[in-house]
């Protein structure tokens, strides 16, 4: 009888409560059952302690890591996964019960693959944009690899950090691009796959609309990552416009908001490609 995989979910949490209880309960009711947890808790000590005694069927393990940031605070603990598949799920992520159950069947169907991405939605009564699998190039990781829906064979990334320059929390301009960074990373290592039929959950950015300061730090981000991997001149191009592209279409299905947070996304993007 074949062996049943180990998972190991590695998880940066900082200031959050309800939404790591969310993720959690939703781990609990997964198909696949063979599952290695490690929390890197950036908490005073007691914040999550209740949360711990609740969940005391997981397996979980956590280490006490500084508030200097999410790639730091993975960077503490992926050394520990013991996992053949690893994860990096957002504290404020969800799964649907047979979410790790279809990576490792994605694993199965491709075993070429470093990596593959499900898709994330906030509603289960979503349906995916498109149900064809797909070998992503390096330019539609950016569109398609958020974190929470990243998952990586362990023996692909063996030895791969993150880089914390990048992130929320390092206290440096660059507030995000740790997961595509990551993700790039992996992909010249072994091609990555995009598979619908994992799915994801995470809250929506229509009803989180960033401060000016985050979308800023998000445009640093961005365009940082795009010089660093050395993406042609059209392409950082079209990171600049797209925001602006997008605003009035935006404006006309969503509101103001909206087509001010795509405003001040363009003129951010632009700041930080010229300089």
Known sequence: MKEIPLFSLLI??????????????????????????????????SFLENLYSQFSDLPVQT???????????RNAIISLAKGSYIAFPDDDCWYAP???AQVVEAFQRHPEAG???GYWTPS???????????????????????????FFRAEAV??????TRLGPGTGLPYGCGEDTDYLLEAHKRAPVWRCP?????HPSPDTHVPSDTKIASYAAGR????????????????????????LPLDALRKGRMAARYRWRMFVERLRYFSS
């Open 158 to 163: 063996k030895g791969l950090c993150f880089d």
């Open 115 to 117: 990596a593959v991405l």
């Open 63 to 73: 280490v006490p890591v500084p508030d200097k940031g999410v790639s730091q605070a």
């Open 124 to 150: 289960p009564e979503l349906p995916p944009p498109d149900n064809r699998e797909q070998l992503l190039s390096p330019t539609a990781l950016f569109s398609q690899g958020g974190t929470c829906v990243q």
């Open 12 to 45: 940066a949490t900082v200031r959050r409560h309800t939404e790591l209880e969310r993720l959690f309960f939703s781990i609990r009711q997964q198909q696949h059952q063979r599952i290695q947890i490690i929390i890197a808790d950036q908490n005073p000590s």
């Open 98 to 100: 047979d979410t790790l």
């Open 223 to 246: 365009m940082y990552l795009l010089k660093k991997h050395a993406f042609p001149l059209w392409f950082r191009c079209a990171n600049v416009l797209y925001p602006l592209c997008m």
């Open 197 to 201: 039929s994992i799915r994801v959950f």
